[in-house]
T-cell receptor, first 113, second 114 residues
Framework: DTAVSQTPKYLVTQMGNDKSIKCEQNLGHDTMYWYKQDSKKFLKIMFSYNNKELIINETVPNRFSPKSPDKAHLNLHINSLELGDSAVYFCASSQTSGRVIQYFGAGTRLSVL | AQKVTQAQTEISVVEKEDVTLDCVYE???????LFWYKQPPSGELVFLIRRNSFDEQNEISGRYSWNFQKSTSSFNFTITASQVVDSAVYFC???????????FGAGTRLFVKA
């Protein structure tokens, strides 16, 4: 049973479209994250949610809108996709007290044409 | 400000060689966590180790060992007798206690040739 699962694994779309990526964790963690990994492998946090509340928004354009319907889910919706949005997006989760280790999903490779 | 520096962009070794990946961090906090993650060619991010700032004991796990030195703000990772399967990008990361933001280094790409 996958601990952090995100779908889809690949997403190819045209500029200007809107798309969503879903993430679910079954670890019982209270915090979830979205990261963007660019073509040079640099990993940067985008958002962090704790108990469904937005904690961190790292100056991400407001075309990106995360939604956390419950503690186990954190979805990412992207409006008006641009070429520069092409990247791998990782979802992660952790428990803020205790082990604090972040566990990552397998990633979603987004290609904007 | 928090920062993680992995100065080695790429390292290439021949199988069975030992290799050390360097990580230097900056933080003003006295309590924090350090991590190493592995990203193999398949793309997933695999947790390797967590170390908290109060525990400076070195750790060994099989062929992997970690050297944490607070005095030099370093958390280096050594692979002994490297294998082709060790080929991956390795990330060092820093999290302040009570924080929700993990800062990752730029990663070191390790090539292990047969």
């Amino acid at each position: 049973d996958t601990a952090v699962s995100q779908t889809p694994k690949y997403l190819v779309t045209q500029m200007g479209n809107d798309k969503s990526i879903k993430c679910e964790q079954n670890l019982g963690h209270d915090t979830m994250y979205w990261y963007k990994q660019d073509s040079k492998k640099f990993l940067k946090i985008m958002f962090s949610y704790n108990n469904k509340e937005l904690i961190i928004n790292e100056t991400v354009p407001n075309r990106f809108s995360p939604k956390s319907p419950d503690k186990a889910h954190l979805n990412l919706h992207i409006n008006s996709l641009e070429l520069g949005d092409s990247a791998v997006y990782f979802c992660a989760s952790s428990q803020t007290s205790g082990r604090v280790i972040q566990y990552f999903g397998a990633g979603t490779r987004l290609s904007v044409l | 400000a928090q920062k993680v520096t992995q100065a080695q962009t790429e390292i290439s070794v021949v199988e069975k060689e030992d290799v050390t990946l360097d990580c230097v961090y900056e933080t003003r906090d006295t309590t924090y966590y350090l991590f190493w993650y592995k990203q193999p060619p398949s793309g997933e991010l695999v947790f390797l180790i967590r170390r908290n700032s109060f525990d400076e004991q070195n750790e060994i796990s099989g062929r992997y060992s970690w050297n944490f030195q607070k005095s030099t703000s370093s958390f280096n990772f050594t692979i002994t007798a490297s294998q082709v399967v060790d080929s991956a990008v390795y990330f060092c990361a820093l999290l302040n206690t009570g924080g929700f933001k993990t800062i990752f280094g730029a990663g070191t790409r390790l090539f292990v040739k047969a």
